[in-house]
């Protein structure tokens, strides 16, 4: 499996890495099969944009549909990699589901964090995860990724044809990347469908993809473990960033812990 170590030395060096073994295959079977109830139940169909696929089904706002997916943020083996990335203070950004079915063509190259108007290099501002529900090959689709490609001082033009490789990997693994990684989904030549689970980071101080404090119920929130209310955003970034009135969101929401904010440490 290596060591969080050895995978964050990756992840300095080629933007990404391969956790191998994170979980089994009768969890793996859990997801897929709660993964395909969802699918059914809430009417997924495909986008068909160019960036979100045309025979690729993506399910949003997982952390709504139960502990299956409450457990995949504080993942005690990923989450230690990706805050060495970020930080300790970093927050769940996205948590979606994304199904690449056959005939699926290559989703444009692209940097998870490209929308941030920030210069490159920078430091990390995402850290972002894919959960291999299944296996991960060349030709169903694996991600496709530009070694080292995270260090350079632009992002990639949308559209555009770079040279990458499949991030291949067993059902069980999770591949972890920077998020000025150049990255994108595979094509899918095979007749059967590529399970992902995208378990996305930011850093504390970024705005998150999905809005977890107005998308996920006060009362569901209330039912989560303390630090998954923290990643979710219902915590205080180095006692000061997202205060209410000198609580924290978990304080005064969910009337959780009291926090101290960092002018009452001082």
Same mark, same amino acid.
Request: hydrophobic share 40%; charged share 20%.
């Given at each position: 499996?290596?060591?969080?170590?050895?995978?964050?030395?990756?992840?300095?060096?080629?933007?990404?890495?391969?956790?191998?073994?994170?979980?089994?295959?009768?969890?793996?079977?859990?997801?897929?099969?709660?993964?395909?109830?969802?699918?059914?139940?809430?009417?997924?169909?495909?986008?068909?944009?160019?960036?979100?696929?045309?025979?690729?089904?993506?399910?949003?706002?997982?952390?709504?549909?139960?502990?299956?997916?409450?457990?995949?943020?504080?993942?005690?083996?990923?989450?230690?990699?990706?805050?060495?990335?970020?930080?300790?203070?970093?927050?769940?950004?996205?948590?979606?589901?994304?199904?690449?079915?056959?005939?699926?063509?290559?989703?444009?190259?692209?940097?998870?964090?490209?929308?941030?108007?920030?210069?490159?290099?920078?430091?990390?501002?995402?850290?972002?995860?894919?959960?291999?529900?299944?296996?991960?090959?060349?030709?169903?689709?694996?991600?496709?990724?530009?070694?080292?490609?995270?260090?350079?001082?632009?992002?990639?033009?949308?559209?555009?044809?770079?040279?990458?490789?499949?991030?291949?990997?067993?059902?069980?693994?999770?591949?972890?990347?920077?998020?000025?990684?150049?990255?994108?989904?595979?094509?899918?030549?095979?007749?059967?469908?590529? =399970?992902?689970?995208?378990?996305? =980071?930011?850093?504390?101080?970024?705005?998150?993809?999905?809005?977890?404090?107005?998308?996920?119920?006060?009362?569901?929130?209330?039912?989560?473990?303390?630090?998954?209310?923290?990643?979710?955003?219902?915590?205080?970034?180095?006692?000061?960033?997202?205060?209410?009135?000198?609580?924290?969101?978990?304080?005064?929401?969910?009337?959780?812990?009291?926090?101290?904010?960092?002018?009452?440490?001082?």
């Amino acid at each position: 499996m290596g060591s969080t170590t050895d995978h964050l030395e990756r992840i300095a060096r080629d933007g990404y890495t391969i956790v191998p073994d994170v979980f089994d295959a009768e969890r793996a079977a859990a997801l897929r099969a709660e993964l395909d109830r969802l699918e059914e139940a809430l009417g997924i169909v495909p986008a068909g944009n160019s960036f979100e696929g045309a025979r690729t089904w993506r399910i949003y706002n997982l952390l709504a549909h139960g502990p299956l997916f409450e457990a995949i943020p504080v993942d005690p083996v990923v989450l230690p990699v990706v805050a060495g990335v970020l930080d300790a203070g970093c927050l769940v950004s996205s948590l979606s589901s994304i199904v690449i079915g056959p005939g699926e063509t290559a989703q444009p190259i692209h940097a998870d964090d490209q929308v941030m108007p920030l210069a490159k290099p920078h430091v990390a501002t995402v850290c972002n995860t894919m959960w291999a529900i299944t296996d991960f090959t060349e030709a169903n689709g694996a991600t496709r990724v530009i070694p080292g490609s995270h260090l350079a001082d632009h992002s990639p033009e949308y559209g555009a044809s770079f040279e990458s490789i499949p991030a291949e990997m067993t059902a069980g693994s999770v591949l972890v990347w920077h998020g000025s990684l150049w990255h994108g989904g595979g094509a899918n030549t095979t007749d059967e469908r590529r =399970y992902g689970i995208a378990m996305n =980071y930011c850093a504390g101080w970024i705005r998150q993809q999905e809005n977890q404090q107005l998308g996920l119920p006060l009362e569901l929130v209330a039912t989560f473990p303390p630090r998954l209310q923290e990643l979710c955003g219902f915590g205080i970034y180095r006692g000061l960033i997202g205060h209410i009135d000198k609580r924290s969101p978990a304080e005064r929401l969910l009337h959780g812990t009291a926090s101290a904010i960092v002018w009452d440490r001082i």
